[in-house]
């Protein structure tokens, strides 16, 4: 049953990231990734990881996405590239190296590991021990352990929205004020 | 996958617990099959009752011609629409288009699945027998109940925006992205507000939030009203009902994001906003009125949660109907005020609040004292928050070109 859920979702997953890179409208290329992203959180459901799941839905499809769209559509970049000019010179063979070396990199690791080589999988997680653990495990790690990092994350999200609200709001100096002014 | 395991893939209906076989499935598909049917009649009466009702309202008749009371109108009305020609324009993006409708219409059915519509609160945890097999009223009980539907409302924000895009004409572009901004916006204070229920109730699944509430301990007055006020102006705008309906402004917009929209597809986006009223008021009665709760005045057991539950539905669709008559619609930046600058902070300082009380408990300090501590804190932080706003109104009025360029 895993296996067969397991098997359709990287499916999705797959298929949903080659869209993302493939498809010519920017539109579709988001909607490819809200399907990525959906298979996703069936994935982490088979992992009985129920919280994560209804975040990824929430944050990444729900919230995320929404605002690529919205970029997307009041930019109005919405038309077909021409995909035919480099837009910056030797970007795309940088970007092969990058993605070549990073497989590389993964196909090291798998090798590397036990896994690959049919021995014990090593559980990075926590044991699922009580019938809400999910949300309480995740609460419990969040706000003892790593609180700081937590607490660092959210200033730092409040910063950038801040410097986002001041960068999109253009300031007159007092100069122009009064120019305005007489010119009225 | 044994489902003795914690919580499992289903979610921690009692149904499952012996493992799955055939009776558990069929009656797993019983219960998909008979929601379903009940949203779909739901629906259909819900458009005849708020017609006729704001007829009533506005001192004229309303539809009375088809069937008694004209209680078929919807039904006329859907096959009506079923027969007219499917338009697609020309500048639309085709696979889009036809995808929106469906991206609106699954949410809506969806979210019904979590809700707890019957079964004994009284003393039980709302298990009936069904054939013989213990199990919720409800399609599914998930572990993470409530983030579900706010996920599916998340992913409806979708159905409005793209509708409005791949239609490619303007009016219905402005209107979805006004849409989508009104929803992303709301859902935040809907989350926020959501999380003094979540609070009090100590879990996300839907029958445990219910089971807490059981006998009287419903979550309007054990979160003190004001969680359950924005919750509810919140879903309002949500669902782009009246007096938040900006989303078919037809004064601005001709029609809305639908404008393009014809035919089937049409009257799936009709559809999908009916039964988002239906199942939001659903799952207000689930979170603050206690669900299926309620002193059993029946001699069957199961009978009296199912007629509690649709009473208090009832209550807010003729609630939801009444500001429609009542109330004209706000303008764009008075909504946007009204979610930005006071629900989002009023919910967080509500809910600092509550956690205040609970923590005094806890810890044996007065209580009453934590209490007014917090709320001192809510009005100077308030306080703050009205000398910024003053200050940016000022600095606007000094400055009109120096917003968004």
Known sequence: METAVFIVCAVIVLAGALGVVLARNPVHAALSLVGTLFGMAVLFLNLEAHFLAAVQII?????????????????????????????????????????????????????????????????????????????????????????????????????????????????????????????? | MTAALGPSVFGLDPLYIGGVGWAEVLITLLKVGVAFAVLLVAVMLMIWFERKLISDMQNRIGPNLAGPFGIFQTLADGIKLFFKEDLIPEQSDRLVFKLAPYLSLVPAFLVFAVVPVGGDFNGGDGRVSLFGHETFLQVSDPPVGILLVLAMSSVAVYGVMLAGWSSGSKYPLLASVRASAQM???????????????????????????????????????????????????????????????????????????????????????????????????????????????????????????????????????????????????????????????????????????????????????????????????????????????AARQRRELDPQGGFA
Not at chain 1, 99 to 112: E, N, Q
Not at chain 1, 115 to 128: E, K, P, S, Y
Not at chain 1, 167 to 174: D, E, I, L, P, Y
């Open chain 1, 59 to 184: 944050v990444y499809a729900g919230a995320i996405v929404v605002l690529f769209l919205f970029v997307i559509m009041l930019l109005g970049v919405d038309r077909l590239e021409d995909l035919s000019v480099e837009p910056i010179t030797g970007q795309r063979t940088l970007a092969a190296l990058v993605g070549l070396g990073t497989f590389g990199l993964a196909v090291a690791f798998i090798l590397s590991s036990d896994i690959g080589a049919g021995g014990h999988i090593q559980v990075l997680t926590l044991d699922i021990t009580d019938q809400y653990s999910n949300l309480r495990q995740i609460a419990d790690v969040l706000f003892t352990d790593y609180v700081y990092a937590f607490e660092a994350t959210a200033a730092l999200l409040t910063i950038s929205v801040v410097g986002a609200v001041v960068m999109s709001r253009r300031m007159a100096r007092k100069d122009e004020v009064q120019e305005t002014q007489v010119d009225d």
């Open chain 2, 184 to 390: 992303v916006s709301y859902e935040a204070a809907l989350g926020l507000s959501l999380a003094a229920v979540l609070l009090k109730s100590g879990s996300l699944s839907t029958n445990q939030i219910v089971f807490e509430q059981s006998v009287w301990n419903w979550n309007l007055w054990v979160t003190w009203v004001v969680p359950m006020v924005i919750f509810l102006i919140a879903a309002t705008a949500e669902l782009n009902r009246p007096p938040f309906d900006l989303v078919e402004a037809e004064q601005e917009l001709v029609g809305g994001f639908h404008t393009e929209y014809s035919s089937i597809r049409f009257a799936l986006f009709y559809l999908a906003e009916f039964m988002n009223t239906i199942t939001m008021s659903a799952i207000v009665v689930t979170l603050f009125l206690g669900g299926p709760n309620g002193p059993d005045f029946t001699t069957v057991g199961w009978l009296s949660g199912l007629l509690w539950f649709f009473i208090k539905l009832m209550l807010f669709l003729f609630a939801f109907v009444w500001l429609r008559a009542t109330l004209p619609r706000f303008r764009y930046d008075q909504l946007m005020d009204l979610g930005w600058k006071l629900l989002i902070p009023l919910s967080l300082g509500w809910l600092l609040v509550l956690a205040s009380y609970d923590v005094a408990g806890d810890r044996g300090w007065n209580r009453a004292a934590a209490v007014i501590v917090m709320l001192a804190i809510m009005a100077a932080l308030a306080g703050l928050l009205a000398l910024a706003l003053r």
